[in-house]
T-cell receptor, first 109, second 115 residues
Framework: KNEVEQSPQNLTAQEGEFITINCSYSVGISALHWLQQHPGGGIVSLFMLSSGKKKHGRLIATINIQEKHSSLHITASHPRDSAVYICAVRSGDTDKLIFGTGTRLQVFP | NAGVMQNPRHLVRRRGQEARLRCSPMKGHSHVYWYRQLPEEGLKFMVYLQKENIIDESGMPKERFSAEFPKEGPSILRIQQVVRGDSAAYFC?????????????FGPGTRLLVL
């Protein structure tokens, strides 16, 4: 079993829909990252959080430390949101990131 | 303030050749991380370096792979005698400090293809 699990693996949506991507982890962490990767492209860090909730534009990230769970929400989704979204945790006793396998999102107009 | 830079962006090597991948961290960042993304797989940690020191190399293959981050110049990931299984995207990230809650900023990656 992977230390970081994401669901769903694939997600399709119509433009304007509200999207939720989930991440569960089984290790102690010091922080959790949400990353975005476009096809053939680089990786952009969207959020880093260790508690509570963060919002940036149409993106919202939440984390529940007790339940070892985080969610990434996209409101009013747009085709340009189509990408792979990756959850990564920083293990509490090291500085390396442990990655989920990613959620591939496609938003259709 | 330029972001993390990696070069080359694409690298083609024949089996048995050497591959050298470079990473220049963001200005003011002294911590560098290398990650590998195999085709259709997730990202995996390889090595974490601070200037002139390897902090954690637990993700590095035991043979053929080495990394350095000299006092001056970029960090180098070196793969000797490449094999087809080394074909992957290699990403570098940097942070200002190596503390648990520092954001890591990623470079655009180097896509290595071994023929």
């Amino acid at each position: 079993k992977n230390e970081v699990e994401q669901s769903p693996q694939n997600l399709t949506a119509q433009e304007g829909e509200f999207i939720t991507i989930n991440c569960s982890y089984s290790v102690g962490i010091s922080a959790l990252h949400w990353l975005q990767q476009h096809p053939g492209g680089g990786i952009v860090s969207l959020f880093m959080l260790s508690s509570g909730k963060k919002k940036h534009g149409r993106l919202i990230a939440t984390i529940n430390i007790q339940e070892k769970h985080s969610s990434l929400h996209i409101t009013a989704s747009h085709p340009r949101d189509s990408a792979v979204y990756i959850c990564a945790v920083r293990s509490g006793d090291t500085d390396k990131l442990i990655f989920g396998t990613g959620t591939r999102l496609q938003v259709f107009p | 303030n330029a972001g993390v830079m990696q070069n080359p962006r694409h690298l083609v090597r024949r089996r048995g050749q050497e591959a050298r991948l470079r990473c220049s961290p963001m200005k003011g960042h002294s911590h560098v991380y290398w990650y590998r993304q195999l085709p259709e797989e997730g990202l995996k940690f390889m090595v974490y370096l601070q200037k002139e020191n390897i902090i954690d190399e637990s993700g590095m293959p035991k043979e053929r792979f080495s990394a350095e981050f000299p006092k001056e110049g970029p960090s180098i990931l070196r793969i000797q005698q490449v094999v087809r299984g080394d074909s992957a995207a290699y990403f570098c990230a940097s942070s200002r400090n190596g503390r648990g809650q520092e954001t890591q900023y990623f470079g655009p990656g180097t896509r290595l293809l071994v023929l």
